[in-house]
């Protein structure tokens, strides 16, 4: 049985760079609680019917961010399992007010094993030119904003995805169907 206090939002929400491993990790974590796991760049996707390396092509990250406030908007209100948001989706002051309501747990992870679960030539718009920096400069710039919506941190380096998985369910105390 699963404990969710506000019944219609998410159980857990999953927030962090790109390469953390919040879709992995959130796949084992909607198993392990009995409920259903959703993505919100998947969710954007969906909607613009196009990858989201495309969104940035054709209409900018300025769109791209417009539509992923929306989405994040969207499945905090109405997802019951475990949510995992796009690594940039805390840029926004109105989704991280919206995030102090709900069980957020920061996947950290380090540059070497972010950069090589993302892969160097992997569709990232913000990777595109000198990977290792731009991900050092944007986690620079996000880190301070993932650490003010989280009620946990957990570091995925070394760790399987179960272990993360395990460490998230906790460090929220969380209990397992």
């Not at 900018?60 to 992923?68: I, V």
Request: no cysteine.
């Amino acid at each position: 049985m699963t404990q969710n206090p506000t019944p219609g939002t998410p159980l857990v929400v999953l927030v962090g760079p790109m390469g953390a491993g919040k879709t992995t990790v959130g796949r084992l974590l909607a198993d392990r609680l009995g409920g259903a796991f959703r993505d919100t760049d998947e969710d954007i996707e969906q909607t613009a019917g196009k990858p989201i390396s495309e969104i940035f092509v054709d209409e900018g990250e300025e769109h791209f961010r417009a539509l992923e406030a929306a989405a994040v908007r969207e499945a905090l209100a109405a997802h019951p399992g475990v949510l995992a948001l796009g690594g940039g989706a805390v840029l926004d002051p109105r989704t991280r007010a919206l995030l102090a309501a709900h069980p957020v747990a920061f996947l950290d992870v380090g540059v070497h094993d972010g950069v090589k679960r993302v892969g160097l030539d992997a569709p990232r718009p913000l990777l595109a030119i000198n990977p290792r920096a731009r991900w050092r400069e944007l986690m620079e710039a996000r880190r301070p904003l993932y650490l003010e919506v989280a009620r946990a941190v957990v570091a995925t380096d070394g760790r399987t995805p179960d272990e993360v998985a395990d460490a998230v369910l906790e460090a929220l105390e969380l209990k397992t169907v």
